[in-house]
């Protein structure tokens, strides 16, 4: 059985350009999420779905950040415009439900030059 | 307030050492999670443990052990003849109703763990 796959695993753009992550979760996990750590920092939550529905976006950190997840199944996280404190690795997560073990893919690393 | 504290920052030890990762938690639940994630250089997240609040037992796997008090609030990790490909990041993680939906985990700061040879 797959994990959570994410792509690109290594994107570096320039400040101001748009980059989109792509996240395909676990077959049959119907939560997916979506994580960053920033350099230096804790792995922070930024949103979670539901099948396709946003259940808690709290975490996104402005509106630059544009999270879907289409017929629920995999997800997308675009950075538009891209500032250079975006840099980072962004991290998608699926469970099966709430409360389960939550399992992550190995990470989208952004660098903003 | 910080939910999950990981007071050991870096831990440097030498191949076959014992040693012990801490994690205190805090939360008001009385149904909550807990989690160990690794994470080698790669810099993927490797899922190592989850462990419920009713369930106090202790668990042994291989090399790896956790020791969960909840009368002292802590989760800790023991690596027994560590290893250097034990090198990682880890994170101990609290999940409750209190969390961001779906139990979405609240993480530590890590711990840094190099074994050297």
């Known amino acids: 059985e797959a994990g959570v796959t994410q792509f690109p695993s290594h994107s570096v753009i320039e400040k101001g350009q748009t980059v989109t992550l792509r996240c395909d979760p676990i077959s049959g996990h119907d939560n997916l999420y979506w994580y960053r750590r920033v350099m230096g920092k804790e792995i922070k939550f930024l949103l979670h779905?539901?099948?396709?529905?946003?259940q808690d976006e709290s975490g996104m950190p402005n509106n630059r950040f544009l999270a879907e997840r289409t017929g629920g199944t995999y997800s997308t996280l675009k950075v538009q415009p891209a500032e250079l404190e975006d840099s980072g690795v962004y991290f998608c997560?699926?469970?099966w439900g709430d409360g389960n073990t939550i399992y992550f893919g190995e990470g989208s690393w952004l660098t903003v030059v | 307030a910080q939910k999950v504290t990981q007071a050991q920052t870096e831990i440097s030890v030498v191949e076959k050492e014992d040693v012990t990762l801490d994690c205190v938690y805090e939360t008001r639940d009385t149904t909550y999670y807990l989690f160990w994630y690794k994470q080698p250089p790669s810099g993927e997240l490797v899922f190592l443990i989850r462990r419920n609040s009713f369930d106090e037992q202790n668990e042994i796997s291989g090399r790896y052990s956790w020791n969960f008090q909840k009368s002292t609030s802590s989760f800790n990790f023991t690596i027994t003849a560590s290893q250097v490909v034990d090198s990682a990041v880890y994170f101990c993680a609290l999940s409750d109703s209190n969390s961001n939906s779906g139990y979405a985990l609240n993480f530590g700061k890590g711990t840094s763990l190099l074994v050297t040879p």
């Open positions: 997560a699926s469970s």
């Open positions: 779905f539901v099948k396709e529905s946003k």
